[in-house]
């Protein structure tokens, strides 16, 4: 067995692609390779900022002798049948085919195709010109004089040579020969474009690892993460700081060196003034750099660790004098904006936030900003909140929109509200609930605790899934441009985890007074409540059967049915009683659509002659009655638990009783009890709608 090393050097790939890109490399190639008939052993893919790696071990060193035999026509079948079996077989007449007798068909024709193998060396030379000429980049360029030819090679950033080896660990490798729009494959590559940029040349994976490593890269992307993580909280540590740790930032800066070197730098601490995370932000969004905060205080300091990709002679200090002077200016334009800012109240605001158009045909920021303030009115006593406040948290929820530092910084729309707020002495919880309506932006993030931020949070949410609903702007498939899944499922957060008891039917009606497309947005609730309680462990088909009932627009209940439910299915009355109720639901189904006639209604007691369906009858009958009580108290484990007393009578009833008795009016009475169970269940849940 051999293994096959295949690097593709070029100019510094955008950190943002590499990930995707050694994935679809290995993708490419191995898939080409098993459909060739070469089945591999193990395969690993690599990237740094000028380069994509792919190592495949175990390969064969040709591929198997193949032979199928493809089953025609049957003989005298017409022409055309024939030509498209010789077509497809690759024969030329139908004498190179064999007849083949089956007993029961007769005589048809069989082509036996055989395939030699090939030489994988092949294999892998067309497989690679191929992969680099269909390489699927987000972006690609051409370049030199050949660009301006049609068809000439497209690649992220120009190609410059193509090493491939291929043998077994006791041999030397060899080559194999490709060339792409005349870059032509060996087995050399470079190191480090400033500390090592000779060439060298290497055999296998485990020696181009090594020679690289001593030309200054690293080849694993996670290794590089690992240093730097763990040598930038070092100088923290060093200096008495904590590292802000940001796992966007660290995966972005491995991929833009390839050779980590940590370095401090600092700022003047007048700058601190500012707020944290606007300072992040700069420095992070400008300088790619990572902050420190200091323990005692939590606030920031004055510090921060940048990722250089030279070991510099002078320890970096240019480096650093170089960074500095950036985010100085960085600084000086943000305490610009926050001084600027602060002089104008946050009020004084509002008015402009007429000439930002929300959506074409939803109106401006202004007109939603007064929809936020009459719905978080109505919802604010739903949730204890304040109804003054929760109407001035909405009334300024958008006014930072305008300011310069979020115009400069978007991330940080809200938090900069929350922050103008307070230092313009309004009520704390209106200031928090200015930050806290956008939440949650995503599964992991915080939703708002405080009973105004709830209400602003559920009203921004709320106004913006019925305003689309009612212009027709639905998600479609994988589309989803307005965020109207994430809204949903914060609404659904929200409430959970506040054990909040909302009708969402009427805070639809409330947020757009008429609205008509209720039903339809209640489903799409239902499709986030299964996608977030699916995550916890709850089965998607329980939450159809509780959704199914009319009026089910709780969701506090709907988890709490979906749990008594799950609990009482998950016991044996529970799961006997659901075939028993599917089993009568089947029936009444089948006689229902043979009559044409519904068979809803109370069964007379005078048709009812056996024990077990007189059994049967007085059980329904005092299940539901404890049901529909324990339901009304919102007791829904007490619920499961009367209908559960329905199993035994059920299961004698289909055991003694035949359903489809020879006497019209008996035969009615029972279909008519089968309802009666099918009725009694509905008081919890449609068991229709429960797989199993």
Known sequence: MSDLLLELFCEEIPARMQRRAAEDLKSLVTNALVDAGLVYEGTKAFATPR?????????????????????????????????????????????????????????????VIEKPGREASEVIAETVAETVHK????????????????????????LHSILCTFGPETEEPDVITVEVEG????????????????????????????????????????????????????????????LVEDEGLLEEVAGLVEWPVILVGSFDEAFLEVPDEVIRATIRANQKCFVLRDPATGRLANRFVLISNLEATDGGAKIIAGNEKVIR????????????????????NVDKLSSIV?????????????????????????????????????????ADLVSHMVFEFPEVQGLMGRYYAARQGEDAAVANAIEQHYKPQGPSDDVPAEPVAIAVALADKLDLLTGFWAIDEKPTGSKDPYALRRAALG??????????????????????????????????????????????????????????????????????????????????????????TKRATNILRIEEKKSGQSFAGRPQATHLVEEEEIALAAAVDAARSEAEAAVRHED????????????????????????????????????????????????VADFTRIEG
């Not at 030199?144 to 992220?156: I, K, Y």
């Not at 401006?364 to 909140?385: D, F, N, T, Y």
């Not at 059920?650 to 035949?658: G, S, Y």
């Not at 489809?660 to 029972?670: G, L, Q, S, T």
């Open 491 to 580: 609404v659904i957060r929200i409430v959970l985890a506040n054990k909040l008891r909302l009708p969402l039917l009427k805070l639809f009606d409330a947020a757009r007074p008429g609205f008509g497309e209720a039903n339809d947005l209640l489903s799409f609730f239902a499709d986030r409540l299964k996608v977030h309680l699916r995550e916890e462990g709850a089965r998607h088909d329980l939450i159809d059967a509780v959704f199914a009932l009319d009026g089910q627009d709780d969701l506090q209940m709907i988890v709490k049915r979906v749990e008594a439910l799950g609990s009482f299915l998950a016991t044996e009355d529970g799961a006997s009683l659901l075939a028993g």
């Open 51 to 111: 380069r994509l790696t792919l190592h495949v071990a175990g390969l064969p060193t040709r591929s198997p002798d193949t032979r199928e035999e493809r089953k025609g026509p049957r003989v005298g079948a017409p022409e055309k049948a024939l030509e498209g079996f010789l077509r497809g077989a690759g024969l030329s007449s139908v004498d190179e085919a064999k007849i083949v007798n089956d007993p029961k068909k007769g005589d048809f024709y069989v082509a």
């Open 329 to 348: 200016a960085r600084l000086s334009d943000a305490k610009f904006f926050w001084d600027t800012d602060l002089k104008t109240r946050l009020e004084n």
């Open 636 to 683: 829904f484990a007490a619920a499961m638990t009367a209908l559960a007393k329905l199993r035994a009578p059920v299961d004698r009833f289909f055991e003694e009783i035949l359903v489809n008795a020879e006497d019209p009016a008996i035969r009615e009475n029972r279909l008519k009890l089968l309802s009666e169970i099918r009725e009694a269940t509905l008081t």
């Open 183 to 242: 870059v032509a494959s060996g087995n050399t590559t470079a190191g480090h474009r400033f500390l090592a940029p000779e060439p060298f040349s290497v055999r296998r994976f485990d020696d181009y690892v090594t020679k690289l490593e001593k030309a200054k890269v690293v080849l694993d992307a996670d290794r590089r993460k690992d240093m730097i993580a763990h040598d930038a909280r070092d100088r923290a540590l060093a200096l008495g700081l904590e």
């Open 135 to 158: 390489f699927p980049w987000p972006k690609s360029m051409r370049w030199g004089a050949a660009s301006a030819e049609p068809g000439s090679l497209r690649w992220v950033r120009p």
């Open 358 to 398: 929300f959506h074409e045909k939803l109106g401006s920021q202004a007109e939603r900003v007064a929809r936020l303030e009459a719905l978080s009115k109505v919802i604010a006593p739903m949730v204890g909140a304040d109804e003054a406040k929760a109407e001035r948290a909405a009334h300024l929820a958008k």
